[in-house]
Structures are given as structure tokens and as C-alpha cells.
């Protein structure tokens, strides 16, 4: 069956642009994630949502991030005011319930001019 | 594609021979483990996953092994072949949270 997707696979903005990154989780799970993966590191928590809800906002690094998952399918997290510190390669995973492994999308690489 | 970790510890292998890719976690709280395979340009995948009740588990090819008493990951490669080039995280996280804190990272590379 088809995987987590992501889109755009590629996002070039400028510092100070809005920025949108959509995710198609796999259908039934009820568990969302993203993380953040900058060049050389592991991937970094952002958020984790639970259906619509977000369960666990905890890693968001500040108030120009912000996500959304409004019918429990599709996440977007949205990027304010860009910084050239933002750019890395975003992944979105999702897991039947939250409890056990996830599978993750291939992520969407934001560079920051 | 992106190439993942490139400055991260690498472990060279020849193929056919074991490969052990260890990972030190921080929080003695943490009861749940899964190793992930992250070939370049693309998203991690599920290898093994472990829970602290457990010292050891088996997959195909694959064995983690876990010490709680040093806090200490290891997942086993056996025959390594020159597809398990990648790079290989550990995360952890404790019951209830859902949230998974990742390690550093070690690329696996394969020698013909």
C-alpha cells in the first residue's frame, strides 16, 4: 500500500517568506510526527499528534512554527518568518497508534536563502 | 539525494563479515527502543524494536541488544551485505509520551 508522503519534496524560500509543508500519513493512523533533520544529525522531534489533536507540541522550537492536522489525516506544519537557521530536511511519520514503530515519509528539504 | 551524516562515526565492514553498530541513551526512564536505517535521501525505515523488559531480540539478520544497566544499544548485522550501507539511528522513549528522542548516528559502510 502507499506510504507516507510529502510535499514539496523540495522548498527553496527567502528569509523572512511563509513557508507550508504538507503530509499524507497512511490511511488509519491515527498517529502524526515531525521532526527536523539538519545535515550529519538524527532526526528531531517537533510534534506529535494524536488524530486532530496535537498530544505533544513539546519540541516546536518557537512560535514561528505551528502545525495542523484538522481531520485527523493530513498535517501541515507552517513556517513564519523564515530564518536561514530553519533550513533542513523535514520528515513526517505516522503510526497506527503511537505505540510502536513509525513510518516515515521522505521528507521535504527547506533551504533558506 | 541529500546525503545524510556526513560527518558521523563510520563503521567500514567487508561484506559477509557482522557488523555492530552501538548507541548510548541518556534516560534511564526510557523503556522503549527502535533502531532506524536512513539511506541517503530518504526517510528513516523500522529495522528492530526492543522494550526494556527485553535483553535481547531477533529480527532477520538483525539482534539488538540491551544493557540498562549502562544505558547501552547495540544492533548486530549478520552477513552484512553492501545494501546495509546507510546510516543507523537508535531512538528511545518512555511509555505514555509517544515521544522519540534520536541518537547521533553511525554510517555502515560495506567494502566489496
Known amino acids: 500500500g502507499a506510504g507516507v508522503s510529502q510535499t514539496p519534496s523540495n522548498k527553496v524560500t527567502e528569509k523572512g517568506k511563509y513557508v507550508e509543508l504538507r503530509c499524507d500519513p497512511i490511511?488509519?493512523?491515527?498517529?502524526l510526527y515531525w521532526y527536523r533533520q539538519s545535515l550529519g544529525q538524527g532526526p528531531e522531534f517537533l510534534i506529535y499528534?494524536?488524530?486532530?489533536?496535537?498530544?505533544?507540541d513539546s519540541g516546536l522550537p518557537n512560535d514561528r512554527f505551528f502545525a495542523v492536522r484538522p481531520e485527523g489525516s493530513v498535517s501541515t506544519l507552517k513556517i513564519q518568518r523564515t530564518e536561514r537557521g530553519d533550513s533542513a530536511v523535514y520528515l513526517c511519520?505516522?503510526?497506527?497508534?503511537?505505540?510502536?514503530?513509525?513510518?516515515f515519509g521522505p521528507g521535504t528539504r527547506l533551504t533558506v536563502l | 539525494g541529500e546525503s545524510v551524516g556526513l560527518h558521523l562515526p563510520t563503521l567500514s565492514v567487508q561484506e559477509g563479515d557482522n557488523s555492530i553498530i552501538n548507541c548510548a541513551y541518556s534516560?534511564?526512564?526510557?523503556?522503549?527502543f527502535i533502531w532506524y536505517k536512513q539511506e541517503s535521501g530518504k526517510g528513516p525505515q523500522f529495522i528492530i524494536d526492543?522494550?526494556?523488559?527485553?535483553d535481547k531480540r531477533q529480527g532477520q539478520r538483525v539482534t539488538v541488544l540491551l544493557n540498562k544497566t549502562v544505558k547501552h544499544l547495540s544492533l548486530q548485522i549478520a552477513a552484512t551485505q553492501p545494501g546495509d550501507s546507510a546510516v543507523y539511528f537508535c531512538?528511545?522513549?518512555?511509555?505514555?509520551?509517544?515521544?522519540?528522542?534520536f541518537g547521533t548516528g553511525t554510517r555502515l559502510k560495506v567494502l566489496a
Open positions: 531512538a528511545e522513549s518512555t511509555s505514555g509520551t509517544y515521544k522519540y528522542i
Open positions: 534516560n534511564s526512564a526510557s523503556d522503549y
Open positions: 490511511s488509519g493512523h491515527t498517529a
Open positions: 499528534f494524536q488524530g486532530t489533536g496535537a498530544a505533544d
Open positions: 526492543i522494550r526494556s523488559n527485553m
Open positions: 511519520a505516522s503510526s497506527l497508534t503511537g505505540a510502536g514503530g513509525q513510518y
